[in-house]
């Protein structure tokens, strides 16, 4: 069976870090694409980031550009999340998604819809992320 084990969430105050990480199993991260997303309440579920399991390459969505790092371990099949400067309203749910394909020029809507799909993709579980001002 496919999973992804999502954790690292918490609770820090702005200006603080933490890291998520997101394992898998079932499957291997190599020549798939990887995403975390995050959803607020009363809000959709946005990208922050995305990385090809093949190459490294990754992409963010502004609101994180330069305060988060995405990085995959493949020897432990895991890809991590590295949030810093945290602010407020970095505060959601956190998930980790895969898209069995490599990233060329999907992004985040496509890369969402892949996941949905047993057959093509997979999500973990989600963690939560407060920041508090």
């Known amino acids: 069976d496919v999973q992804l084990q999502a954790s690292g969430g918490g609770s820090v105050q702005g200006g603080g870090s933490l890291r998520l990480s997101c394992a898998a199993s079932?499957?291997?991260?190599?020549?798939?694409?990887i995403g975390w997303f995050r959803q607020a309440p009363g809000k959709e579920r946005e990208g922050v980031s995305l990385?090809?399991?093949?190459?490294?390459?990754?992409y963010y969505s502004d609101s994180v550009k330069g305060r988060f790092t995405s990085s995959i371990d493949i020897a432990k099949n895991t890809t991590y999340l590295q949030m810093n400067n945290l602010k407020p309203e970095d505060t959601a749910v956190y998930y980790c998604?895969?898209?069995?394909?490599?990233?060329?020029?999907?992004?985040?809507?496509?890369?969402?819809?892949?996941?949905?799909?047993?057959?093509?993709?997979?999500w973990g579980q989600g963690t939560q992320v407060t920041v508090s001002s």
């Open positions: 990385i090809d399991g093949s190459v490294g390459t990754t």
């Open positions: 079932g499957f291997a991260f190599e020549d798939n694409t």
């Open positions: 998604g895969a898209a069995y394909y490599g990233l060329g020029d999907l992004g985040f809507s496509a890369i969402m819809t892949i996941a949905d799909d047993p057959e093509h993709g997979s």
